[in-house]
């Protein structure tokens, strides 16, 4: 899950100003950054496939994403993930479990979908490998090897500024393709209760905390 939840940040351009990021990547996805941080919160709704090409393995889940300010929630492949700005909290409502947890580590920052308002992450190099008829697709590549993801390609329709789709490609020959159906303002108002589970609210479930 914190592998997923690392390619959707970067399907929502986390990652505009790099030292070595060529100017016409950095344009492109400075535009794209502008657009969603127009919306007071943002609600995306996606489809994320995990392909492996060798094991002739092709699964797809629907998915969505909000966010407001640093918090956020995933939800995705039957779990509940939610930050509320100082607690992780990862709902298995099939486990009828909740895990909450300090987000302490490197790998947790980088899981953080609202990464995309912090505009001087510096985590990936990016670079615009084509551009035609309307669409641009960058590739962004770690600074500092990671353990899991090799490079990310990122393609963006150039004339509404969007983000159409994300390719992370894994080391061990496991991609993960996240394609955008819709990003939007939500419909309602998002109180801050929304990134917040609920326990109170969810006697039966077993609370595992790990802060």
Known sequence: MRHI???????????????????????ILDKAVAAIKAYPAVEVTFDLSMINEAENIKETHAGKAYMKGQMYRVDVMDTENYFDGEFIYTYMPDAGEVNIK???D??????????????????????????KE???????????????IAKIGVLVNTKTNQVEEVTSFGKDGNNVVISIKSLKKPDKELSDDFFRFDTAAHPDVEVVDLR
């Open 134 to 148: 309307g669409k641009a697709y960058i590739e962004l590549t770690p600074k500092t090897e990671h353990h899991q």
């Open 106 to 131: 490197e790998e947790e920052e980088m899981l953080n979908p609202t990464i995309l308002f912090d505009l001087h992450n510096q985590k990936f190099d990016q670079r615009l490998v084509e551009e």
């Open 102 to 104: 300090l987000p302490e």
């Open 5 to 27: 939840l690392t390619i959707l940040a970067c399907a929502l351009l986390a990652f505009p100003a790099a030292a070595q990021t060529d100017s016409a990547a950095k344009s």
